[in-house]
């Protein structure tokens, strides 16, 4: 005898998507019924509750996250999907918090929903928890897939209280992605306190860790509280804790597997309750492979992994950042508010960005107080950043690097025609570089690009360049 379908329940004021998903359920042979708006879903369960539910986010009226909080008291055991185009981390994690069962990043591929209903049917959804008061805006900014992908992890560790180990390069903003964890979790009214493990050096390391009691070493005048009593109940960040030395990874260890431990020259016993996370810009899977770190301590360290991107990697998150990070800084420095060019962020939008976030924030800085125009254009930015600002990078290693990067990206967010739109603008670079390096003489261009003439010329199309007889 064959089961009875699941009933599946579609709320999305978008008549298009609602169509498209309803037809991919009842494909797979689920009794579907579809929703414009939260209010009929809820006047739709006096008469019964499906087995799963899927919610925009956005409606008109009331939103996914209101009616979230309905379905905690009509049907607490009702696994719901959240769905939305819109995804940062405040959205993200106040749908889990709300008893959300996923979190599907519009646009979402059908497999994607049909596998979450699989595992809503195999499973009993999680009971909702009240939500604690709301957080402030989030630091972090970002539209691209990664950045949707990093916000929605966020969201479902935040409250888990596991330790988390953030990866990423110098100037991401890994220190942004730990306050956030912090601000999400049930640890958000404490302290959240970072330390910087390459910036102490080694001998004081220990003391600032744990503490000291006066006297312990020469200069030790009186008791000093470490970090981890600095941050009792909260949060604490270990940032670049692959500089960590081997002697203090044994003792952290310790601390991290009892829960307890003593100040420098101390004999009083103190209670570690502290969420410890890490974060580092190195490989330590190799340095445990060469000896330098802890295989136990990384095991301790590592129980969720978080890789945040890299700017290059997220190329059309840039104009967002640039607009904002300008206009803080015009704010901070006391100068007219500026905007850049559209021009000017098609520049910025094409530099390798090696110091990533950082050396974005940095630029907006310089460019606040040193631009005397209002509207800064594409020629100061290229200026500004130097050599380097129209191409990314001279070598061949950094080019092929950001055309990785940018391709990644592409094929992440879904784009289509990536090696026509590739290959389309290859072109144009080249043919503007063999150009201009010729005085717009096209028969010499071609020679170097090692084309013939006719090619060339096709290639231009409707461009028109004075040339050299």
Sequence with gaps: MNAAPARVWIVEDDRSLRLVLAAALREAGHAVREFADAEAVVAALSGEVPDVLFSDVRMPGADGLKLLQRLALLAPQLPVVMMSAYTDIATTAAAYRHGAFDYLPKPFDLDLALAAVRRALAQQAPAPVAPPPAPPAPALLGHSAPMRELFRAIGQVAASGLGVLIVGETGTGKELVARA?????????QPFVALNTAAIPAELLESELFGHEAGAFTGATRRHAGRFEQAAGGTLLLDEIGDMPLALQTRLLRVLAAGEFYRVGGRELLRADVRVIAATHQDLDANVAAGEFRADLLHRLDVVRLQVPALRARGEDVPLLAA????????QAGVAAKSFAPAALEVLRGHHWPGNVR???NLCRRLAVLSAARRIEREEVAAALGARAAVAGATGEDWESALRAWA???LAAGAADVHRHARARLDAVLLQAALDA??????????ALGLGRNTLTRKLGAKRRPRKS
């Design 359 to 361: 050396e974005l924030e």
């Design 324 to 331: 904002q990070f300008l206009a803080a800084a015009c704010a």
């Design 438 to 447: 010729h005085g717009g003489h096209r028969q010499h261009a071609a020679a």
């Design 408 to 410: 990644a990206a592409q």
């Design 181 to 189: 964890l912090h601000r999400e979790s049930a640890r958000s009214a």
